[in-house]
């Protein structure tokens, strides 16, 4: 007994060192990828007299090539677990980050973030909540809590990290930075820290045919699962890529809405702390309905006085905050440990998809309906989650 005991303890403890530096590393990887042009973006037009659309379409090129790589990915970690998948990841970052901050050109501009893209597919929350169910199936709720809790940060770390490096060594050299970052940091602390354990399925096969089963037993509850993250995901592309000039066409100076955009990490952070403390009471359909609830309750905000702006970004955060634990929590709950891995990459798939494309959706929208014309879209596609959920909520009963 006393030696089972030490094992569960020794146990616990290679647990969080996982979860904290998966954690840790989610932060550089949305940090230095999703939210690199936030700083990046005019440096690089003004040294290079590159448009700048073609600038941050190198971000759309990225996320479609992380839908593309996904699937892939989810059954590459199912075969053969996380550690050499994540890790792999991480060497093509850097490769991107490097060609990125030596192009000349706008084609290898472009190139560099196709090889960003796929690192993406194997680095971020997807390839980390597989790689979590693959090693802890079911207990793995807490861990992917705790991940999504720290990456939480990745704006408030790397916006001021990005911004100090191109202030004081260009643009140029923070790629490089990154890139050494990636390498030198990332790569060795995926190698040490992740463990060497056998998967659920022994071979890529295995996964894959785990995968097809899951789809023919349970093909419709996964279709509108997918609607519902890719419809959310669609949400947070277009308010994340719109929401200061949306804030500013509804009346708010800029100061005063870049001072509410702040609140988004915050509000966030905030409520997958409060997830993480309860959600092992509950199933994480609530979690997923709290979600697009909070969400679709924020957007209807939005078209209300500028009073209640406040109030709107702090439930739209909330609201996006815990449906990024949904994301991975929800479908492991569903399908179980040994199909996630690969099912968490199918999903991925419509996700990046709409993220790449969504900004560029939304600034059509915002060009040809004002803020007003593009918060009524969003208030429908927030409110189309809501009954998807509800949807999901009925055929998931009957499945028991």
């Known amino acids: 007994m006393t030696t089972e005991c030490a094992q569960r303890a020794v146990d616990r403890r290679g647990k969080r060192v996982v979860v904290a530096v998966l954690g840790a590393l989610q932060i550089l990887s949305w940090g230095s990828t999703f939210y690199l042009l936030a700083v990046l973006a005019a440096p690089i037009v003004?040294?290079?007299?590159?448009?700048?659309?073609?600038?941050?379409?190198?971000?759309?090129?990225?996320?479609?090539?992380?839908?593309?790589?996904?699937?892939?990915?989810?059954?590459?970690?199912?075969?053969?677990?996380?550690?050499?998948?994540?890790?792999?990841?991480?060497?093509?970052?850097?490769?991107?980050?490097?060609?990125?901050?030596?192009?000349?050109?706008?084609?290898?501009?472009?190139?560099?973030?196709?090889?960003?893209?796929?690192?993406?597919?194997?680095?971020?929350?997807?390839?980390?909540?597989?790689?979590?169910?693959?090693?802890?199936?079911?207990?793995?709720?807490?861990?992917?809590?705790?991940?999504?809790?720290?990456?939480?940060?990745?704006?408030?770390?790397?916006?001021?990290?990005?911004?100090?490096?191109?202030?004081h060594f260009g643009w140029r050299a923070t790629c490089l930075v990154y890139a050494a970052l990636w390498a030198a940091v990332a790569l060795p602390l995926y190698l040490?820290?992740?463990?060497?354990?056998?998967?659920?399925?022994?071979?890529?096969?295995?996964v894959a045919t785990a995968s097809r089963e899951a789809l023919h037993g349970d093909g419709v509850i996964f279709v509108v699962l997918a609607m519902v993250l890719t419809t959310s995901a669609a949400i947070l592309a277009t308010m994340g890529s719109h929401l200061v000039l949306i804030l500013q066409a509804r009346g708010l100076d800029l100061a005063g809405a870049v001072a509410l955009g702040m609140l988004i990490g915050p509000s966030a952070v905030g409520a997958r702390f409060i997830e993480m403390l309860a959600g092992s009471r509950y199933h994480p359909i609530w979690t997923m309905t709290a979600s697009v609830g909070l969400?679709?309750?924020?957007?209807?905000?939005?078209?209300?006085?500028?009073?209640?702006?406040?109030?709107?970004?702090?439930?739209?955060?909330?609201?996006?905050?815990?449906?990024?634990?949904?994301?991975?929590?929800?479908?492991?709950?569903?399908?179980?440990?040994?199909?996630?891995?690969?099912?968490?990459?199918?999903?991925?798939?419509?996700?990046?998809?709409?993220?790449?494309?969504?900004?560029?959706?939304?600034?059509?929208?915002?060009?040809?309906?004002?803020?007003?014309?593009?918060?009524?879209?969003?208030?429908?596609l927030a409110l189309s989650n809501v009954v998807l959920v509800g949807v999901l909520w009925v055929l998931s009963r009957r499945r028991r």
């Open 46 to 167: 003004r040294d290079t007299g590159w448009p700048y659309d073609h600038v941050m379409g190198g971000l759309s090129v990225a996320l479609l090539v992380a839908g593309l790589v996904s699937p892939r990915t989810g059954r590459a970690i199912g075969a053969h677990g996380g550690r050499p998948v994540l890790a792999l990841g991480a060497v093509v970052l850097a490769i991107g980050f490097v060609l990125i901050g030596t192009a000349q050109h706008r084609a290898w501009y472009l190139a560099g973030w196709a090889v960003l893209g796929a690192g993406m597919g194997a680095g971020l929350y997807d390839a980390a909540f597989a790689t979590l169910g693959n090693l802890y199936g079911k207990n793995a709720r807490g861990a992917i809590t705790g991940v999504t809790l720290l990456g939480g940060f990745a704006s408030t770390v790397c916006w001021p990290l990005s911004a100090y490096l191109v202030e």
């Open 295 to 380: 969400v679709a309750l924020g957007v209807c905000l939005f078209l209300t006085s500028p009073s209640l702006f406040a109030a709107a970004i702090v439930l739209y955060a909330s609201g996006n905050g815990i449906g990024s634990i949904a994301k991975g929590t929800l479908p492991l709950a569903l399908f179980g440990a040994e199909r996630y891995p690969a099912l968490a990459g199918r999903l991925a798939l419509p996700i990046m998809f709409a993220m790449a494309l969504a900004p560029f959706v939304g600034a059509v929208a915002f060009q040809h309906g004002g803020a007003t014309g593009t918060l009524l879209i969003l208030l429908g």
């Open 192 to 206: 040490v820290a992740l463990p060497r354990r056998r998967p659920v399925a022994a071979t890529v096969g295995a």
